[in-house]
Each structure stands twice: as structure tokens, then as C-alpha cells.
């Protein structure tokens, strides 16, 4: 690629800048749109790219029985096409829906169409994400997260209430979303010959492998819409970073201090302690900068934010001040953030990653694929002409691959089979999935439902027990789906709905470094020698005791956003297990039964340890260590149940509980005899 001169806007920044080189988006150029001055929805929803195609695009559509959409992000397909269809009568006899990779999106979206509409939320639109639905017997337009469709799909495997189904952000590649293609694709063929109302089914997306689509869904039309993507000067760093978090802040702040002050910054991270903590540096440093500065209004952004805090991103930004928006990849196609014109790009992001044949799961920082780092740099040029500053050399941009792998080719796919089973899908392993996960991690899949009692095999057929069909009711990962289901026999349902919930969001504990002393004193009045869930569940308690005194939430570093949803997700799976006739006991202060109950349903994730002091994991065998961050991390007991591994300089457990061997014994007998014979030998 020829080198041009630094374009004029890079004088604005100080010598000494580790950016120095513009490049353009591929495409050819992109050229700027005359601004215009707010206006009403109509003259809004007038002036997006996608309007001038309306009628053309409603002609195409009702002939059509699939499609792929391409849209350049900007363009308004996402909050028009739905509206288009319902106005011209196309799918009015059912719903339509609209699936998001994401909650957050999916709430953001039915919010501005609602607004369009001028309805109210929950009437003609409405959302359903996990734990919350808004919607009524008159709603048409619904926005849903492709989970809560799959889940739908489980009463329902024909979709009969919706006659569209529009799968948008396609190109993230979810679990659900490509579990999801299958479902509609195989609900779609069986409603054609079952001469059903017919199911639409539209594909969309800004970017995606659209040969790979198009062939997956019958060899559906592309149809390609004109966008509305402002230039973005794009600068790379001289030299590869080392920190990429201190890169960052230099950034951050570089730029503050620089640009206009209705100029605000979207920086992508990879999660929450991270965010959090460069959200902590960013409000000090800027309480010290001189009056000269304008305010900076400092906003995290990550899936497991409670939803009030979410939209928070969506409201404008002081007059006078600037919006920093810390954000994983959340933010990168789903939704739209109104101000940002500057875009820093760390090229990281954190990702799941399942190894069949050591049966290792492991949730580790890995590099961006280009695909994503043109995404994120899009961002920047969503109303205006923007830059986006990559924390990474242009040679490094270089060697990043085209495309990310799709999670169902990288992730533990046990959830996935159950899901399937309970939807009724005759040969799991022959599934049609659009990228094929390989045959071993399907096996691997079935041999741990096999093990946790979910599934059984009769005849070369897989079929789920009726504890696998309870397993499937529950939104939850099947080991902890299990765990929930046990609980009664060891009258400790109330404590382990608590503990599971807590395990299902992001850590309610917060640990400034600087404050580690205070912390430690603060912590030794819960902490439980028996282990970090019990020493988690002593926190819920005290939390409850003061009804979620924020107060008390900040004297005991408790992350009181993180508590609130621990008590709605707790809320909504103590509704399901009362649906299911589940008895609602408490084992009170006996935590005995509790573990014990845990070590039922955990019991894949043990660890035993060995004479020379480390400890294996008795599933894989393989060597790992107890994580600084646990309760027990001085401690030695001879056997232990974690949630996850987490792999960073060594294999660590996270999240321990302290359990007999008998207990495991007793959970699988066969299972252990088998593993520990081997870990033995």
C-alpha cells in the first residue's frame, strides 16, 4: 500500500504521538454527507439510504421467500425493514421478528421503533431478552435476542407465530444465531409441506461471507443496500504495544485534550474488570487535568451491565463535556452510539475457546479478526466523518485473519445438543449447521450429557432423560442446570438458586488495587473456609439483610449494578423451578448439604490434589493451579469443585468449593472410578 503524508488532523496531536498513517476503508472512497439540523421522526426516517430503495425493496421482498440483506452499518435496515413490511401488509397475519446477537441492541432497537411508531413499548413493538418480557397479544414487531427465539422454539419447533423472521447481525456468529439458522431453515421447509402459512426468513447484516449465506439458505438473492458510512481516517501505531490498556489511556487522553469538545470516544476492550478499572484511572486523571479541559463524562458498556445502566451509552452527553465510552465488543455492530467520532481499537477482544481433546475450556484475550477491527473502525463515521486510532502496526493489521471463527467451532458445545434434543431434532449429530462444528466436539457434547444423566443412548440414537427435558427448561448451563434440579434432595434450593445466579454474571466483588488492605479487612467478615460459593453466598445474605444499601455496598466493595442482576436472574429461575412443582427449601446455616449438592452437579469440574502440591483436574488430567483471587488459595484441601479454568501464565481454578471425595463418589460412581484409576495410574 503506498504511503501518504499524515492528513492535516494529525497535527492537532502531540509530538511524539505513536500514530502515523492514514489509510482508507476498502471499498473505494467513502464521501462525506452535507449535515443537516435535528429533525422529526418522519423527515428522519426519510433521509436514511434505505428509503430510497423502499419501494423496490418491498417489491423484492414480497416475492421473496429468503434473502440476504447487505447493508453498510448507517444505512437503516435494521429499524426500517421491519416497519416496511408491517406497513405494507407483508406478514401482518403473524409476528414479525427481529433477532440481536445481543439484549442490549435488542432493547435499544424496539425503543426507536416504538418512538417511530409512536406506540407505546410493549404494544404493537416490543422486546424479549432473557429475564424480561415486553410484549402484549398486540404486538407485531418483536426484537428478541436469537436465544429467546431458540427457547420459543422448544414449545414451538414450527414458529407458527411468526411469519417473518429477520435474523440480523448474522455475521457474528453466536452459538444462537447459528443454532438458529438451522431451526428457522428446518421450520420454514416443514411448514411448505405441511402447507402452513409460510415462513419469510431474512438475513442480515453490514459485513458477512455472503456466498456462504446465500448457499445456506437455498441459494437465496443477495440484495445489496447503499449505506451512509462518512470518511474515517484511520492511523496505526509505529511500533507494536506492549500494554495495550496504558496505550489506551495515553489515547484517551491525548485526544481530550485536543479535540472539540463535542467530539466523543469509543474505546473497545475485552471486559469488565478491565473496563472498570481504566473507568476508575480515567475519572482521576481527569478530576486533576486544569480547568482549561472540558468535563469528561466516563461511561462503561458490557452484556452484563444491568439494562438501565446499558442506556446510559444512548443518553446525550452534557452540554460542555465529553462521553468516553469503555466497551467490549458489544458495541461494535449492534448498536449506535450518537457523538462518537473518535474510535481507539485496542485489537483485542476476549473469546471462548474449547479444546475437545483435553476437554479444556478456556476464556482467553486473542487478537481481533480484520473483519471485526473494519467494524469497530465504523463506528467512528456513523454521522460524521470520524478516526479511529489502532492500538496495533499496520503490519500487525496485516496478519490478522479475514474473518472470525464462529463460536459453535470453538466453544464447549453441551448447551447446544441439549438445545437441540429439546427442540426435537431427531440426529443431532447430523445436524444442519452452516459451519460444521467437528464430529469429536459433538461426541465430546453428548458423552457429558450422557455423564450428567441428561441424555441416554438407545440404538444409535441420542434421547433425552426426563432430567434432561427439566435440564433444557432451565437457561442455564447444563452442569449448573443440574445443579438446580438436585437441590431439593439436599433441601438447599433457596441457596443454590443464590449461588448459581451468582455465578451467571460477571463478578459482584470489586477490588481496587490501590485499596487491597481495605479490601482484605472489609472481606474476612464473609469469607467462608469452605470456598469462594459459600463466601459468595455469605455476601448475597448480608446484601439482602440491608436490602441493597448502596452505602454498605460501597464500604464493602460489592459491585451493587452486578448484585441487582444476581436478584433478577435469581427472581426468574425461582419462578421456573416453581413452575416445574420444584420444593422451595433452605438448608439455613447446615452448608454441608449445600456443597454437597454442588459437588452433584459440578462434579466434572473437580480437582484433587497431589502430593507434590499441585493439583489435577480429575476430567482432563490436566495440572492446574487455585487462582490468587480464591478464598482457598492458601489453603490445600485434598479435593475441589471450580467453575472454570482460566488460562493465563498457568492453568487456574476459578470460583472453588470444598468437597469429599465421597460426595463425587456418589454423584458418578463409574465416572470417578474410571478417572481416578487413570489420574493414578
Avoid at 448498536?335 to 476476549?350: A, E, H, N, P, R
Wanted: aromatic share 8%.
Amino acid at each position: 500500500m503506498p504511503h501518504e503524508p499524515d492528513p492535516p488532523p494529525a497535527k492537532r496531536f502531540k509530538p511524539g504521538s505513536p500514530f502515523f498513517r492514514l489509510d482508507k476503508r476498502p471499498g473505494g472512497m467513502l464521501l462525506p454527507r452535507a449535515s443537516h439540523a435535528p429533525t422529526s421522526l418522519d423527515v428522519q426516517r426519510k433521509q436514511l439510504p434505505i428509503y430510497q430503495a423502499r419501494t423496490q425493496l418491498i417489491n423484492q421482498l414480497r416475492q421473496l421467500h429468503n434473502a440476504v440483506l447487505i447493508g453498510e452499518t448507517g444505512s437503516g435496515k435494521t429499524t426500517q425493514i421491519p416497519q416496511y413490511l408491517y406497513e405494507a401488509g407483508i406478514g401482518r397475519q403473524g409476528v414479525i421478528a427481529v433477532t440481536q446477537p445481543r439484549r442490549v441492541a435488542a432493547l435499544s432497537l424496539a425503543g426507536r421503533v416504538a418512538e417511530e411508531k409512536r406506540v407505546q413499548l410493549g404494544k404493537l413493538v416490543g422486546y424479549t431478552v432473557r429475564f424480561e418480557d415486553v410484549t402484549s397479544s398486540e404486538t407485531k414487531l418483536k426484537f428478541m435476542t436469537d436465544g429467546m427465539l431458540l427457547r420459543e422454539a422448544i414449545g414451538d419447533p414450527l414458529l407458527l407465530r411468526y411469519t417473518v423472521v429477520i435474523l440480523d447481525e448474522a455475521h457474528e456468529r453466536t452459538v444462537h444465531t447459528d443454532v438458529l439458522f438451522g431451526v428457522v431453515k428446518t421450520a420454514q421447509r416443514k411448514r411448505t409441506e405441511q402447507n402452513k402459512v409460510p415462513l419469510k426468513v431474512l438475513v442480515m447484516s453490514a459485513t458477512m461471507d455472503v456466498d456462504l449465506f446465500s448457499q445456506y439458505f437455498n441459494k437465496s438473492p443477495v440484495l445489496y443496500l447503499e449505506g451512509r458510512q462518512h470518511p474515517i481516517q484511520i492511523y496505526y501505531t509505529k511500533r507494536p504495544q506492549s500494554d495495550y490498556l496504558q496505550a489506551a489511556l495515553v489515547s484517551i487522553f491525548q485526544i481530550h485534550q485536543e479535540a472539540p469538545p463535542s467530539h466523543d470516544i469509543l474505546v473497545f476492550m475485552t471486559g469488565q474488570e478491565e473496563i472498570e478499572a481504566l473507568a476508575r484511572t480515567c475519572r482521576d486523571i481527569a478530576k486533576h487535568l486544569p480547568d482549561t479541559c472540558v468535563p469528561m463524562t466516563v461511561i462503561p458498556l458490557y452484556a452484563s451491565l444491568p439494562p438501565t445502566q446499558q442506556l446510559r451509552v444512548f443518553q446525550p452527553t452534557p452540554k460542555g463535556s465529553r462521553k468516553v465510552v469503555l466497551s467490549t465488543n458489544i458495541a461494535e455492530t449492534s448498536i449506535t452510539i450518537s457523538g462518537i467520532k473518535y474510535v481507539i481499537d485496542t485489537g483485542m477482544v476476549k473469546a471462548k475457546r474449547y479444546n475437545p481433546d483435553s476437554g479444556l475450556e478456556v476464556l482467553a484475550v486473542q487478537r481481533v479478526s480484520k473483519a471485526q477491527a473494519w467494524q469497530r473502525a465504523g463506528r467512528a463515521g456513523r454521522e460524521d466523518a470520524g478516526f479511529c486510532y489502532r492500538l496495533y502496526t499496520e503490519e500487525e493489521f496485516d496478519n490478522l485473519a479475514n474473518m472470525t471463527v464462529p463460536e459453535i467451532q470453538r466453544c464447549n458445545l453441551a448447551s447446544v445438543v441439549l438445545q437441540l434434543l429439546a427442540l426435537g431434532v431427531p440426529d443431532v449429530l447430523n445436524f444442519d449447521f452452516m459451519s460444521k462444528p467437528s464430529p469429536e466436539s459433538l461426541r465430546m457434547a453428548v458423552e457429558q450429557l450422557y455423564i450428567l444423566g441428561a441424555v441416554e443412548k438407545k440404538d444409535e440414537q441420542v434421547l433425552l432423560t426426563p432430567l434432561g427435558k427439566n435440564m433444557a427448561c432451565l437457561p442455564l448451563e447444563p452442569r449448573f442446570s443440574k445443579t438446580v434440579l438436585m437441590s431439593p434432595d439436599f433441601s438447599c434450593t433457596e441457596e443454590v438458586l443464590t449461588i448459581i445466579s451468582l455465578l451467571s454474571v460477571d463478578s459482584v466483588l470489586y477490588n481496587p488495587p490501590a485499596r487491597r488492605d481495605d479490601v482484605l479487612a472489609v472481606r474476612k467478615k464473609f469469607i467462608s473456609s469452605e470456598g469462594d460459593h459459600m463466601t459468595l453466598l455469605n455476601i448475597y445474605r448480608a446484601f439482602r439483610k440491608v436490602s441493597g444499601n448502596k452505602d454498605w455496598c460501597r464500604e464493602n466493595f460489592v459491585n451493587s449494578r452486578n448484585m441487582g442482576l444476581v436478584s433478577e436472574v435469581r427472581a426468574q429461575l425461582k419462578d421456573i423451578c416453581i413452575k416445574m412443582n420444584m420444593k422451595m427449601e433452605s438448608s439455613q446455616s447446615d452448608l454441608a448439604n449445600v456443597r454437597r449438592c454442588l459437588a452433584h452437579g459440578l462434579f466434572m469440574n473437580a480437582a484433587e490434589l497431589q502430593l507434590d502440591g499441585s493439583y489435577v483436574a480429575l476430567d482432563t488430567h490436566q495440572t492446574v493451579a487455585i487462582h490468587p483471587s480464591s478464598v482457598l488459595f492458601q489453603a490445600k484441601p485434598a479435593y475441589v469443585v471450580f467453575n472454570e479454568l482460566l488460562h493465563t501464565t498457568r492453568c487456574y481454578m476459578r470460583d472453588l468449593c470444598l468437597v469429599d471425595s465421597d460426595w463425587l463418589h456418589e454423584a458418578a460412581p463409574e465416572y470417578f472410578r474410571r478417572k481416578l484409576r487413570a489420574s493414578r495410574s
